[in-house]
């Protein structure tokens, strides 16, 4: 259900924000999520990197990291990866800020006002603004932040915006450079290939045991057996505990007065929606616009026409389009309010005429509506049984980890076997694993690897928290690491082996058919004729690829070639992409008056990129060999460091 209501409020943040991404685009893009200016000093424990006399410090990385991890999971290995990134972000930010003071640059009160404004256009009544409560409750529900640091983000972004206006307002794009990306958009090529893969070949290679044992004496000490472990264990199963749980309908009602507030369903609509934007077009363009929304208008209103459809194909909202218009259930106050005193003055099942708001031009469908109310206990009883259920087993496993780790701790002469008798656990062994193979029985957890190989024999772990429930291990036998004899290690002897035969006999068939080709044989002939699979590509550019093959750029070399080359053999990894050019097509000299509005913004867009990361990289070493920017890369070891 929070799952639920969170995807809606994005929904309803994309249609209330409606440009604020595009003015964002270019001024806020590089922060990764809202900051506050650093504190501290050098001399902190905390201070990871100093920009004149700002700091930032660990703490702001690490939170930075929480945010992220929060909305998508990061895993360990790129957490070093990622905090290196936020300390790059945030150096810049503070660099930003010296160069701003030192070159007198700062942003108004007018200018962040006429920003917020722009941002919140429902935080003022015509010209009256709407009062500081209102206002931090706007703040907090579409952008979850408080008011000082939304407003600090603001100003950073306008910041950053004078920036890229001092750096790449000089920035125009000449006819050879149009010239030059219309090529590389529309001169298309299409290919007779094969893709030679070793995992292919490997299945039909079948080493001797003269080739396997040489191997083997060959490569001795690759082949070592590590330390494997037996290990015993109880489990106080979860699941088990869960089966074996009730929830009284007296509990139910309890859990259901405690949380009556979360039952109660405000005034709310469903709706589906079309958007035609007209933010930053002149009034001309909002003309057009206009009079493309009443053509719309006039489609949804006919017999039998789907909105949903209508919605797909016209709406300019890129969070609902692709869900045909669907905003979900929007209560009263989340949208701005032309948009809500429509939609909720409409009757179920009716289509709005226009609906000019500072966005677009909306039409409006309502598909369902509720008055407000509370649910009733016997609504929402089976909702709650379960969370409720599983809380309550959760309790007891819990629990009963407690008196298993008070027991181990009062006694080291009590066994495994007794434990499980008394608290009805669940007894195992396993197979001999070593510290890198999954122990799935257990729950392949680190918490018990750890408590595996740390352990002496036949000693007791304290209870260990995984998916399955608590879990005590006591390691049976130890079984030590030496070196593998061949029946040990045969299986990996002949998977490296068959990994080196075929990916070399991969070698081999490319060269042998680019031979082939050469000496003019047919493609697909000579191509069957080495076991392969010959395939022939669409026309693709060289921003285009062969799916599942090869980029354009990793065949770049065909755009130069006539029909008929053959390209010579690209090593992708451990494959080989074998290719003649069956086809070339030139561009249309007629497309390039179409394409040159959309070529001249891609085309200007690339090189005031380029001019502002060349701007970034050349104030951060300058301001380095002033000895402005300090990096303590030794407080960051936990996430690895930054050069």
């Known amino acids: ?32 999520v809202p900051s506050m200016p650093g504190t501290g000093d050098a001399a902190s424990i905390d201070t990871v990197a100093k920009v004149g006399d700002e700091s930032v410090t660990t703490d702001e990385v690490r939170q930075q990291l929480s945010e992220i991890e929060q909305r998508n999971q990061v895993p360990k290995q790129l957490e070093s990866l990622y905090a290196q990134q936020i300390l790059k972000q945030l150096i810049f930010q503070k660099e930003i800020e010296y160069e701003a003071k030192r070159l007198g640059i700062h942003v108004s009160d007018q200018e962040r006002a006429d920003r917020i404004r722009q941002f919140l256009p429902t935080a003022y009544n015509g010209d009256t603004f709407v009062g500081m409560d209102r206002y931090a409750a706007e703040v907090q529900g579409r952008f979850q932040m408080s008011v000082p640091v939304f407003e ?31 090529k590389y958009r529309n001169e298309k090529v299409k290919l007779d290939y094969a893709l030679i893969k070793p995992e292919d070949l490997a299945a039909k290679i079948n080493p001797s045991e003269a080739e396997i044992k040489a191997a083997y004496e060959k490569n001795k000490g690759k082949y070592l057996v590590p330390e494997k472990r037996v290990v015993r ?177 009062q006694s080291n002469k009590v066994s495994l076997d007794d434990l499980a008798k008394q608290f009805h656990l669940t007894v195992g062994e396993t197979r001999p694993v070593s510290a890198t193979d999954p122990v799935l029985e257990l729950g392949n957890s680190k918490e018990v690897k750890d408590a595996i190989f740390g352990q002496r024999p ?60 050469k000496s003019a044989e047919k493609f697909e002939t000579a191509a069957k004729a080495l076991g392969l699979d010959p395939k022939v ?13 090869a980029s354009g750029k990793q065949v770049s070399a065909a755009f130069q070639m006539k029909p008929g080359d053959v390209g010579q053999p690209l090593n992708l990894g451990a494959s080989w992409f074998v290719y003649r050019v069956a086809e070339k097509q030139e561009p249309n000299p007629a497309d390039f008056e179409k394409q040159k509005k959309d070529l001249t913004d891609q085309v200007l867009q690339t090189k005031r990129n380029l001019a502002f990361e060349a701007f970034r990289t050349s104030l951060e070493a300058r301001l380095r060999q002033e000895g402005k920017v300090r990096i303590m890369n030794d407080k960051l070891k936990g996430f690895g460091s930054l050069t």
Not at 14 to 20: E, S, T, W
Not at 480 to 507: F, M, N, W, Y
């Open 1 to 32: 259900m929070a799952g639920s209501s969170n995807n809606r409020q994005q929904v309803f943040s994309r249609i209330l924000l409606g440009a604020v991404v595009l003015v964002l685009a270019g001024g806020m893009l590089l922060y990764l």
């Open 152 to 182: 600090e983000q603001i100003r950073q972004g306008l910041l950053l915006e004078k920036f890229r206006k001092l750096v790449t307002d000089g920035i125009s794009v000449g006819p050879g450079e149009l010239q030059d990306e219309f």
């Open 233 to 409: 264990y109880a489990l106080a199963d979860v699941n088990q505990i869960r089966q074996n749980t009730q929830v009284s309908d007296d509990e139910l009602k309890m859990q259901y007065q405690q949380d009556i507030q979360q039952y109660q369903v405000p005034n709310r609509v469903h709706v589906d929606h079309i958007l035609l934007m007209t933010v930053g077009k002149t009034p001309a363009e909002v003309e057009e616009v206009r009079k493309k929304a009443e053509d719309v208008l006039k489609q949804a209103n006919k017999k039998g026409t789907n909105l949903e459809e209508l919605a797909k194909k016209y709406s300019e909202d890129p969070g609902t389009k692709d869900k045909g218009g669907d905003l979900g259930w929007i209560t009263q106050g989340q949208t701005v309010p032309e948009f809500e005193k429509v939609a909720f003055s409409l009757p179920k099942g009716s289509v709005s005429d226009l609906v000019k708001t500072q966005y677009g031009f909306h039409i409006i469908k309502v598909l369902d509506k509720e008055t407000a109310h509370t649910k009733t206990f016997d609504e929402v009883k089976d909702s709650i049984r379960a969370p409720l259920l599983l809380s309550k087993a959760d309790k007891q496993a819990a629990d009963i980890a407690d008196k298993l780790s008070t027991a181990i701790r």
């Open 458 to 517: 036949d000693e007791l772990s304290l209870p260990i928290h995984t998916d399955r429930g608590y879990l005590i291990v006591s390691v049976r036998g130890v079984l030590p690491a030496h070196q593998g004899t061949l029946e040990e290690v045969r299986d990996r002897v002949v998977a490296d082996l068959k990994q080196e035969k075929s990916t070399d006999l991969a070698r081999q068939k490319a060269e042998e058919l680019e031979k082939r080709l």
């Open 537 to 549: 590509s669409d026309l693709f550019a060289r921003n285009g690829s062969i799916s599942g093959a």
